[in-house]
């Protein structure tokens, strides 16, 4: 699947991409969702939410969850 870097969807989930590449160990639900609003602080938080709760089903290549609320690149 590609993404799209000029839609608001597509901003988040590469900025995901870039935090979850540098933080190899994982990271929980809660800090990524501040992450992101702290880089986009423009975007709705329900939109930034929304793309974390369906990274593992958009990207299950990509992504898992090896624990509750944690997200790490494969």
Partial sequence: MTINPQTKTGRIYLYIFTL????????????????????????????????????IKKFPDKVHKPAKGLFQLK
Avoid: F, S
Avoid at 28 to 53: A, F, S
């Fill in 20 to 55: 979850l590449e540098a933080h190899p160990e994982g990271i929980q639900w809660t800090t990524l969702n501040r992450m992101i609003e702290e880089k986009y602080p423009d975007l709705h938080p329900k939109t930034i939410n929304g793309c974390v709760w369906k990274l």
